[in-house]
């Protein structure tokens, strides 16, 4: 472990080991991450151990306790390689190292070992694409065209090859091609100009890479989060994105990971739509997971228009993920929440709704965090959780959304989401010791998001806090894990702010005995009370129990099911076949957590 | 675009059951109220009809459960009626909301039966949906999604739809909605449920197979969910998070993609703006003559029969309005298409054997009447005592709804063709439509 803190930190309270138990342990089980909860930590903003103003990996780990306590399964650890940090870490100068402000290798390899103790798992980003330009292989290639690093980039003699390929960067970069006098050739970068990328034509590139991908699961990683994935190859004619050379390499990196790391995952970066994206699960042998980017804001356009038809529509274009396979949802980001993914007009609304403020637009979205999008209506923001919950994939929850935590709009880019969690009433948010100016940004402080009002500390001694519904929350989803592995069907509704669904076993499932009982999730998108009633007649027969307290509703008949749906409310259901339930056990079924884990 | 099956059923039943098929289809009629000479609304009044006249009776389905069609002459209307025969002491699926009684005793020669209304029973509509389309479908997922004056719609497996007709055109014949809609799905008009089986008996339609959209909700459902948050929230309707209008113009871009379809399916012909600016004065002149006196009206008629302009007539929905459209996940339908182009006002058709042309304006001013009426209805239940001032609000939601309706109408390559070259005939020219609407829908209402 690097430097010690100069104060001892005081240990945080522990809930009751039983009250989450741990997945099982890496390699047991294949389909962990279609069940698991992911948590994306900012590593610089979660926790500041040696009180330098910064947050760190020895700070991750004095917090892990919290995150069991939460309930999360799996960590995404954003870039923490060496780094100049002119793109947030995605510009990586040293693949086989930590950047020193966050600790070292052997702080990673604690993080593992203790995060693996409480049954958490831990990815990180790795960009592929791309280096910085300190990076040595770079170093090494510009400076002839005979080293032997000289094709380990994309060199050409002048800037006009693969006019097609879009510049992704359009309002910093006027080409894909960048001049180096030292070399006298152009290089190729879809990112920006200090990010050469890397030739993936060279066979020793991709070796390396996947030699760089051995070193950390070596360590114990349990995979990566590809960044860029797209755009690892280039052909003439063509856009160079998703071409199958670029599946080609992920399908070897798959083999890779699966004949020496079973159990570990590649969760892909792909913003597309999922028609396209799903290119990446291959035939199940390429990434695990892939990242849905139009859900999440036809979810904030389905709650203020009060209708379903936004997140329906999207869901119907939706290729199921193949088995073994799985989507990756979620609310909000380290990014800001892209817009890329809406037509023209949906932008226009969504900018309308949510970004009333100019300065809450961030390049092609908004960089706001979830509660203040939200205006902190703590039923809207249950409600958008209960879904991203329930619907198919596997979330994704945002470091400091589980207490509702605001944003900095006069922060620069996209730090305006990436202020230092609030763990603490006390000085800086009890984030970091250091001076307040050492800070690498100024926590929140207004009376409303601020530190004092909200912080893990005050919430978890309320049981009626954010944190405890959340963790109340996440406690369900893993006692039900067909949340993650069932299959989604939406159900018929006339009420058009209703969106009720079922997620049932899957007939191979079914088989080796994890499948269980359908779940029936009902969703009131409006803010105000609905009726409705749902046609239930193939689960005839069946009680609904509803999950958070396990009360049981009036059983399934052949007639419609009328339920009446409080303001944003949402009710989940296990429907459990009559002949299963005796009424004497009814008394016995309690809530899902004890209430001495409060 | 597809072509659906045809399916026709001849068997004759046999002239003794005639008395017996004659008092079963009294006990159904007397139960539904819903064919009185008057028009009844189908608001559930049971009464007498007087006499039934049994026209033509088939067997769909032979045995227990068996299933017959029969067509009967009640109250000056034709009638449909599906009767299902089940053995004494066989288990009957009754649907929802459906009455459970027996219509009565049936003899044949395969026995002694109880006759039930076949759209209220699971099983007798699974074996009805075999008989006519040869598709299977589990009776514990079949369930009534619409029951009309008309028809009778159901949905089996949330897969398909089956709405049996029960008001027959006068003397038989195909039902003029289900013209319409096969005309445009033939011609690809794709907002509208694709057809799978045509169920007729000779040249009378009984009964439409249909794809079924499950995540459907109705038109006028979907505007008061965004009224509901206007009237909630206040201020600007672009402002509030229910705007509509994203929706009232994707509406509008159907519509005209319907009248485009209809032109390509029945073609054209020549309208006259002034006679139809006559019809429209005429129309409400019986109406309500005061609104005439409107200097406003009056300069707006006037500058019509001035114009001199021409707009084609072709044939139209003739009932259009947000209780004739739905959202599904692949945008709006039109999902039904009663009363099949007749028009429900009587300006601006070309009428041509027997058949209405008319100007598509008049559907876009019903839609535009609709959007109208369902910001006061809204306002209504609301706020009956006027008190909340809420009328502003409906206003200004009505206005933004119109224009996107109208923009995603005009905005749709090809319909230039059928409306009047100048932006402001057509706008008075859906006024003077919507005018007459307006006042012979009000004057209707008791």
Known sequence: MSEAPIHEQPPLPVGPASANPPLSAPGDDPRWFQRAVFYEVFIRGFFDYNDDGTGDLPGLVAKLDYLQWLGVDCLWLLPFYPSPLRDGGYDISDYRAVHPDYGTVEDLGTLLREAHARGIRVIADLVINHTSD??????????????????????NDDDQRWPEARVVFVDVERSNWAYDPQRGQYYWH?????????????????????????????????????????????????????????????????????????????????????????????????????????????????????????ITEILAQTPEAPRGAQWATFLRNHDELTLEMVSDEERDYLFAEYAKDPRMKRHMGIGRRLAPLLERDRRLTELLFALLLSLPGSPVLYYGDEIQMGDNLYLGDRDSVRTPMQWTPDRNGGFS?????????????????????????????????????????????????????????????????????????????????????????????????????????????????????????????????????????????????????????????????????? | MSTPDELVTTDAITPGNVESITTLIGAYVDRQGRWNDDGGDGDGAAGSTGPVSLRSASVVRHGRPGLLSVVAGVGGNDIHV?????????????????????????????????????????????????????????????????????????????????????LLPEGGGPNPGLELFLALDRVGFNHVLAPITRWRIDSTDLGIVQEYQVGAAGGWVLALTSLRDLYASGGAPEQAGGDFAAEARHLGTMTARMHLGLDEAFGRKAGDVSAWVDAVESSVQGADPGLLVDEGVATMLSDLRASGSRCAAIRTHGDFHLGRVARTDQGW??????????????????????????SPLADVADMLWSFHHVANVAVTERDPSGRLGLESLAQAWEVRNRRAFLAGYLHTPGIGGLVPPVRDTVRKLASAFELERSATKLAAEP
């Open chain 1, 190 to 310: 879809r990112f920006y100009g200090h990010q050469p990328d890397l030739n993936y034509e060279n066979p020793d590139v991709a070796d390396a890479m996947i030699d760089v991908m051995r070193f950390w699961l070596d360590l114990g990683l349990d995979g990566f989060r590809l960044d860029a994935v797209p755009f690892l190859f280039q052909r003439d004619g063509t856009s160079g994105e998703n071409l199958a050379e670029t599946h080609a390499f992920i399908r070897r990196v798959r083999r890779v990971l699966d004949a020496e790391y079973p159990g570990r995952i590649l969760l892909a970066e792909a913003n597309g739509w999922p028609v396209d994206v799903a290119d990446y699960f291959g035939d199940g042998d390429e990434c695990h997971l892939c990242f849905h980017f139009p859900l999440m804001p036809r979810l904030f356009m389905a709650v203020r228009r009060e209708q379903r038809y936004p």
């Open chain 2, 82 to 166: 599906v009767v299902g025969l089940r053995a004494p002491g066989e288990e009957v699926v009754f649907l929802a909301d459906a009455d459970e009684s027996p219509l009565g005793i049936f003899e044949d020669e395969e026995g002694l039966a109880l006759a039930y209304d076949a759209t209220a029973d699971a099983e007798f509509m699974v074996l009805l949906l075999d008989a006519v389309t040869g598709e299977q479908a589990d009776p514990d997922r079949v369930r009534r999604v619409a029951v009309t004056r008309d028809a009778v719609a159901l949905s089996f497996d949330d897969r398909l739809a089956f709405t049996v007709f029960q």
């Open chain 2, 333 to 358: 339908f039109v999902v039904d298409f009663s009363p099949g182009g007749v028009p429900a006002f009587g300006a601006g058709a070309v009428s041509e054997d027997g058949v209405a042309y008319r």
């Open chain 1, 134 to 155: 300190q990076h040595p292989w770079f170093v090494e290639s510009r400076q002839d065209r005979t080293n032997p690093k000289a094709d380990w980039y994309v060199w």
């Open chain 1, 433 to 598: 010791r250091a001076d307040f100016a050492q800070l690498y940004l100024p926590p929140l402080m207004d009376p409303v998001f601020g530190f004092a009002a909200v912080n893990v500390e005050a919430q978890r001694r309320n049981p009626s806090s954010f944190l405890h519904w959340m963790r109340r929350m996440l406690a369900v989803r893993r006692q039900f894990p067909i949340f993650g592995t069932g299959e989604f069907e939406a159900l018929p509704c006339a009420n058009p702010s209703i969106l009720a669904f079922v997620r049932s076993a899957r007939e191979e499932d079914r088989v080796d005995g994890s499948g269980a009982n359908p779940v029936l999730g009902i969703h009131n998108l409006s803010r105000f009370s609905q009726p409705a009633e749902l046609h239930l007649g193939r689960w005839a027969g069946t009680q609904p129990f509803e999950l958070l307290g396990r009360v049981p509703f009036p059983s399934v008949g052949s007639h419609p099911y009328p339920v009446t749906m409080a303001p944003y409310g949402f009710l989940w259901f296990e429907l459990v076949d009559e002949a299963a339930v005796f009424p004497s056990e009814l008394s016995l079924l309690g809530g899902v957590l004890p209430e001495e884990s409060l």
